[in-house]
């Protein structure tokens, strides 16, 4: 499985930015895909999934609202809509992809197995 992030950019805070993620190498049927960001010096943070299968999705719960995941199963893609950036939002976007994580495991990066090389999304204030 091979996934290639992009869409990242320099951005003033209220614009918005459409990141994508390319999957290839399989079929998804299955698959979960998730948006993770990190920050310098912190923690990969969980952003949203969706299951490749019917769509159903997950929110970081301080992130809702203003990020929207959504996936193209004709283009194999999955997107993430930022709106309304904040400063805080800077970090590096990598998308993941897992066969085998389970419902409470979906937050947790460790649980996917593939990764892109992620996009940097940088906003000013």
């Not at 999705?57 to 004709?74: E, V």
Request: aromatic share 12%; charged share 15%; with cysteine.
């Amino acid at each position: 499985v091979q996934l290639q992030a992009s869409g990242g950019g320099l951005v003033q805070a209220g614009g918005s930015l459409r990141l994508s993620c390319g999957a290839s190498g399989r079929t998804f049927t299955g698959y979960k895909f998730g948006w993770f960001r990190q920050a310098p010096g912190k923690e990969r943070e969980f952003v949203a999934v969706i299951r490749w299968n019917g769509g159903m999705t997950n929110y970081a719960d301080s992130l809702k609202g203003r990020f929207t995941i959504t996936r193209d199963i004709t283009k194999n893609t999955v997107y993430l809509q930022i709106n309304n950036l904040e400063p805080e939002d800077t970090a590096v976007y990598y998308c993941a992809a897992s066969a085998r994580t389970i419902q409470s495991q979906i937050r947790v990066p460790s649980s996917y197995e593939h990764w892109g090389q992620g996009t940097q999304v940088t906003v000013s204030s």
